[in-house]
């Protein structure tokens, strides 16, 4: 109880601050519907040491190397950011969460809300899990430099994935204080970052609709990451977690959320985030729902190592269907595998850290594969079905180490 009431203070501490911020001069973005911006200094607030991140446009990878040595959750100041346009400065005290829709009781309007101010949300039961977010395009380089195929999107390594520990309240807890209807079939969450706009187009606000079984079974509304307050980057001051699904799911900076009692839509669950492509249904996939499995070595792309010595390689592994199970090593190219020993345990939406030692037989280049076997059976394959888009790259990556 003791440490509640003294997050939740320091939660309201760093809200006071962000409305310091709020007053900055040179305020020309305005965030639409519930409050003013401060104008950000680049499309993310955090610093990018280039140790810690690559960055593209508006969005930063983290780097696998800084995470060795790391414990279970990534930290902050190295978990990976993905803006479709940049992170806007939300002032928590005029924050509003807004509910409308045929899905509530009433079908109140959104000029009608059912409205959730920041401290509202803070006094209401709080959950706290521990949940991967990872953009749908991670991996999204290796259709190129592995199988040779042109795709769109950025151009993630590995590194578009973090694990933190989110704490918030249950949107099935809200979703009830605002009346749900049993007919509710679809919720929409709403940013409050710009407009996106694409190829002259401007598509609204950054939002994908959410079947309303995945919104009640263990989706968060989240106001702390790591045990602090949200940072700017990742959502401040409430944000989505949608653990287990593509990160997509996870609206940052949500204003309103619709509540329907039929089927939404928007371009992020039609145009994008489903499989296109000549080995895909003529009309496209469904919308893409749950991540696949992946493994990653704690190392820098390329590596180096030092020859006549063992080297303890170490990395994780995580699966959107739930647990990783097995998790195996090979440094041959693929001819064997090895068993890599996992610490540390990990959870339903998290992941598994691994070792594995390696003394390599002389000087040269190698590629240091991995694949993890989830708790469905479920082993990575070696190659990933083609989709324009780039999206669940979960075949084995060949990581590149030169041994000098
Ligand atoms: N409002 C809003 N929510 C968003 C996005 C965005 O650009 N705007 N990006 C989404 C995407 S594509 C991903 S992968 C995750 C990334 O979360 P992170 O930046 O906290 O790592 O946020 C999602 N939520
Ligand atoms: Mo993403």
């Known amino acids: ?38 104008v950000a200094t680049g499309p993310i607030l955090k610093p990018l040491p280039p140790e810690l991140f690559t960055v593209f446009g508006t969005n930063a990878e983290t780097k696998w190397e800084a995470l060795r040595g790391q414990g279970y959750h990534t930290p902050i100041d190295r978990f990976f950011v993905r803006n479709h346009t940049a992170t806007p400065t939300i002032d928590a005290s005029t924050w509003r969460l807004k509910l409308f829709g045929s899905g509530l009781l009433g079908s109140p309007t959104s000029d009608r809300a059912i409205e959730f101010s920041y401290a509202d949300l803070l006094a209401l039961p709080s959950h706290e899990i ?62 409050l970052d710009d407009h996106f706009v694409s190829g002259g187009t401007d598509l609204g606000p950054v939002r994908r609709p959410l079947p309303i079984a995945k919104a009640l079974k263990d989706t968060l509304l989240a106001y702390e990451m790591n045990g602090e307050a949200l940072p700017p980057d ?81 990395g994780r592994s995580w699966s959107g269907n739930g647990r990783v199970r097995q998790v195996e090593v090979s440094v041959d190219g693929g001819a064997t595998w090895h068993r890599a020993r996992p610490h540390g345990g990990t959870t339903r939406t998290g992941w598994l850290r691994w070792r594995f030692p390696w003394r390599p037989t002389g000087p040269g280049s190698y590629e240091l594969l991995v694949r993890a076997t989830d708790e469905h059976g479920i082993t990575q394959p070696d190659t990933a079905a083609y989709n324009t888009l780039g999206y669940l790259f979960g075949a084995v990556v060949r990581h590149p180490v030169v041994v000098a």
Request: proline letters at 7%; glycine letters at 12%; charged letters at 15%.
């Open 234 to 314: 990742h959502g401040f001051p409430v944000r989505l977690v949608v653990p287990s699904w593509i990160g997509i799911a996870s609206i940052k900076w949500v204003g309103d959320i619709e509540v329907s009692d039929r089927p939404l839509a928007s371009p992020w669950n039609t145009q994008f985030y489903r499989l296109f492509g000549p080995d895909q249904p003529a009309e496209g996939s469904p919308p893409l729902t749950r991540q696949v499995v992946k493994s990653a070595f704690e190392l820098p792309w390329p590596a180096s190592l030092t020859v006549g010595r063992t080297h303890e390689l170490t």
């Open 1 to 38: 109880m003791a440490v509640e009431l003294a997050l939740t203070r320091r939660g309201l501490l760093r809200a006071s601050a962000a409305i310091g911020l709020g007053v900055l001069p040179g305020g020309g973005r305005t965030v639409t519907a519930t409050g003013p911006a401060a």
């Open 130 to 191: 521990s949940a991967f977010i990872e953009c749908a395009g991670n991996g999204r380089s290796f259709y190129t430099s592995q199988q040779g195929q042109s795709v769109s999107g950025t151009a993630w390594k590995l590194g578009a994935v973090g694990v933190a520990r989110w704490r918030g309240v249950r949107l099935s807890t809200v979703l009830r204080r605002a009346g749900l209807s049993s007919t509710a079939v679809d919720v929409m969450p709403s940013g």
